[in-house]
């Protein structure tokens, strides 16, 4: 028997192994079965959770604190990472250790849009409405620049597939930009492309499209009934956007820098599809990142509520953005949507995320 310490937000915690076992469990039964010793530690004197990026995510200061054994342990792992949960049950969150395989592991980035990132495809004025806020965009594109990319690149010489999920089908243009689940472009089809592309986007007509309506008629009786459903929060459709806007091929974010290998999926093939693909891929552990955290990340195809049933997935929390509702920052609102989401799946922050040395 041996005390292992396992650094939690900088605290440690220290709890037992036995020998003959997998991470503090009992060694696995017939059938691929294990029994998890799930006891809850109290951590004392708890860092805040989700602190390393307050612009994106607003920190979690709650104070009860569990640590729980090794949930995840590998026998070939070259990745820890520690991860969290919300139990209501517990009365508190529930921080985990785990340690991946990177060979089983695949990063999925949740709808990525290349919106005004000189691609073409771009916000319709003077009224569309797209990407959540014209603050929360600028937002994404900075969080893309300075925390996703060199998340993923970090891990590009362990994990074998970086995926993107994407609205609409595999269209003939991004058929020739991105591999897909189907078939891998040549380099001479990524050049021919990403020209469509541009020339296509660029065609569209963006300006001068609907505007807010001066004037609306209401009814006396229930006023605010027929002023929401003639002038609702976040109306995307044709008055706005204009006819044919949602059926152009959204790229991937350029500020991202997809390579070649690199897989795109999309929400039209429908989760089966994906799932299918990973498995036969060997993938078991899913890092989730993208965007809106409190919509996309979880209810589209690549979204945790279908990867969870199948897959051991760990939001990467930081590396997410809920949307803004006209706020300058998200930061509050994504706290809220990875709390929620802790209900269902793991959390985990950029910085837990850590190498270990192959074997």
């Known amino acids: 028997m041996a005390a292992i310490a396992v650094l939690s937000c900088g605290v440690a915690i220290s709890f037992l192994v036995f020998s003959g076992s997998v991470g503090g469990q009992e060694a696995a039964s017939a059938g691929g079965k294990r029994t998890y010793q799930n006891k809850l530690t109290p951590v004392k004197n ?19 604190r569990l640590a729980s054994p090794p949930l995840v342990d590998d026998l070939n792992a070259d990745l820890e990472l520690l991860a969290w949960r919300y139990s209501y049950n ?10 991946l395989s990177s060979a089983d592991t695949a990063i999925i980035v949740v709808h990525p849009w290349g919106l005004e990132d000189g691609q073409g495809w771009r916000m319709p004025q003077p009224a569309g409405f797209v990407f959540g806020s014209p603050e929360m965009l600028v ?12 998340f993923i690149d970090s891990l590009r010489d362990r994990v074998p597939l970086v995926m993107y999920s994407l609205p609409g089908n ?7 930009m991105y591999r897909s689940i189907r078939a891998t472009p040549s380099k001479a089809d990524r050049v021919a492309g990403a020209k469509e592309l541009h020339a296509l986007l660029n065609s569209f007509q963006y300006d001068n499209r609907g505007a807010i309506a001066p004037t609306l008629s209401l009814s006396t009786e229930t006023p605010v009934v027929d002023y929401f459903a003639q002038f609702p929060g976040g109306d995307p459709g044709d008055h706005y956007n204009g006819p044919g806007y949602w059926s152009l091929p959204i790229p991937v974010c350029a500020g991202l820098n997809a390579q070649p290998d690199d897989v ?6 429908g989760y089966e599809v994906l799932r299918d693909f990973l498995k036969n891929q060997g993938i078991r552990h899913i890092l989730l990142i993208g965007f809106a955290t409190d919509m996309c990340l979880c209810e589209t195809t690549a979204g ?13 929390g930081d ?4 949307t803004s509702q006209g706020n300058n920052s998200s930061a509050c609102n994504t706290t809220a949507a990875l709390s929620f989401a802790s209900l269902k799946v793991l959390i985990t922050q950029a910085s837990w995320v850590k190498k270990l040395p192959r074997k």
């Open 90 to 99: 517990a009365r508190g969150y529930v921080e985990i250790p785990n340690r």
């Open 304 to 316: 945790y509520n279908n990867l969870r049933n199948d897959f051991n997935v760990f939001v990467v």
């Open 264 to 269: 795109v999926i999309y929400d039209s093939e």
């Open 46 to 64: 708890p860092k805040p959770l989700l602190a390393d990026n307050p612009e994106y995510v607003e920190p979690i200061y709650d104070s009860n």
């Open 139 to 150: 937002n994404v594109t900075k969080q893309i620049k300075t925390a996703l990319r060199p």
């Open 170 to 176: 595999e269209d003939p243009i991004r058929r020739k």
């Open 319 to 322: 590396l997410t953005q809920a």
